[in-house]
């Protein structure tokens, strides 16, 4: 398990860093497509439709042509971030299981649906 | 203030939030939500949404460096998950039925608790096998960690009660976009009697894998804006990763003391909030 380990350590900290580059790359784009405006997050409104659901957002930020949805690329980044400990897990459960321990490759993978659930809720 | 300024001052605060979170261990999350509430003037729903993926940035970090060295209890952690995530979704089902008002005034509740937690002392020596619950023995949560005299065994008791603890830390954790990583450690330290270091590195892998189950929810329910998750969230990332490195060479106790209390203030703040009194 102990290298197993390791392997999951690495896995956590790639994906974190990956998704911070693309929010900081997608901050950035944002902001300087925003210089100027005003900031609104001191109204709630909820976001739109196209940010809350995970696949109309990924085509929303491919599309190019959309300019005003900049915001689209930092969503990608944070959906990167929390698809992290979701990837952990599944990840564990595949561990156990190569180690015949069915117990914990069972309870991991309750965790991992719990996790998937939520996500497609 | 216009929306790049805006969002390079959250950032900075978010920054202050992480350092000061890792070196008095209460973590970014709970600090960042108050200050943007309260500094900011940012909707509570907002800024919930924005701590929660910043807690899942930092606990990602923290966690594998402790998995590296052996420390964290992958079963115990696991075995816990089952219960925090059920917890967190139900949490973030509940938060989107309250108003703010609701919110501020059990966030700021539950931080003031949060400060209770972490002042109180530490202790005590590992438990056998035999010392340990019988429950624990069938999961085989009990484990070894290095020290510098070689592997130290330790059990686990009171499974039953820390696992209904759990449920309780995850339901706050979905409730108010907190890692509560205060909560969870109570439960693993003074109730299943599991050594602290093992306890905080447990909990940071935890810490994580809690928030993502009901940071799902706060997606659909429109809690994510993405001009306020990017800089709180890189913010108390680079922060937490300052704060950690400054611990050896600050002195921590007295910031610790000067922080909790600020850091109570600023609950009763909260409280007042969703009262509807304006103080400070």
């Given at each position: ?17 990956i998704a911070?580059?693309v ?54 980044g944070?959906v990167l971030l929390?698809l ?38 | ?280």
């Amino acid at each position: 398990m102990k290298n197993f380990s390791v392997f999951l350590a690495r896995v956590m900290v790639t994906s974190t860093l990956i998704a911070a580059a693309v929010i900081a790359f997608g901050l950035i784009w944002f902001l300087v497509t925003h210089v100027g405006a005003p900031p609104g997050d001191h109204l709630f409104s909820g976001e739109p439709k196209y940010f809350r659901d995970p696949l109309d957002m990924v085509w929303r930020a491919l599309d190019l042509s959309a300019v005003g949805h900049r915001r689209g690329l930092i969503m990608i980044g944070i959906v990167l971030l929390l698809l992290g400990p979701v990837l952990r897990v599944g990840l564990a459960a595949w561990g156990y299981w190569t180690e015949r321990d069915r117990l914990y490759a069972g309870v991991s993978a309750f965790v991992f649906l719990v996790l998937v659930v939520s996500f497609f809720w | 203030m216009n929306e790049p300024l805006f969002d390079i001052a959250v950032a900075c605060a978010a920054f202050l939030a992480g350092v000061l979170g890792s070196m008095i261990g209460l973590g970014g999350g709970i600090i960042i939500t108050p200050v943007l509430v309260l500094g900011f003037g940012i909707d509570i729903r907002y800024a919930m949404g924005a701590a929660l993926c910043s807690v899942i940035a930092t606990s990602s970090g923290a966690a594998a460096a402790y998995l590296r060295d052996g420390i964290s209890n992958m079963r115990v952690g696991m075995f816990l998950c089952t219960a925090t995530t059920v917890g967190a979704v139900c949490g973030a089902l509940v938060a989107s039925r309250l108003n703010t008002s609701a919110l501020s005034i059990i966030f700021g509740g539950a931080l003031l608790v949060t400060v209770l937690l972490s002042v109180r002392a530490k202790k005590e020596k590992p438990l056998t096998d035999a010392e340990s619950d019988p429950l624990a023995l069938r999961l085989r949560l009990n484990g070894s960690f290095p020290t510098a005299d070689g592997e130290q065994r330790y059990g686990v008791a009171g499974v039953i009660p820390g696992y209904l603890l759990m449920w309780v830390a995850g339901l706050l954790s979905g409730l108010l976009g907190i890692g509560s990583g205060a909560f969870k450690v109570v439960a693993m330290d003074q109730v299943m009697r599991i050594p602290f270091k093992v306890t905080t590195a447990t909990s940071n892998f935890m810490i994580g894998v809690t928030a993502a189950a009901s940071v799902g929810i706060y997606l659909k329910k429109g809690y994510l804006d993405p001009a306020l998750v990017a800089p709180v969230s890189l913010g108390v990332l680079a922060g937490a990763f300052l704060g950690a490195r400054l611990l050896t060479v600050v002195p921590v106790a007295l910031l610790r003391v000067v922080f909790l209390f600020a850091v109570s203030v600023i609950a009763v703040q909260m409280i007042a909030r969703g009262l509807g009194f304006q103080i400070g």
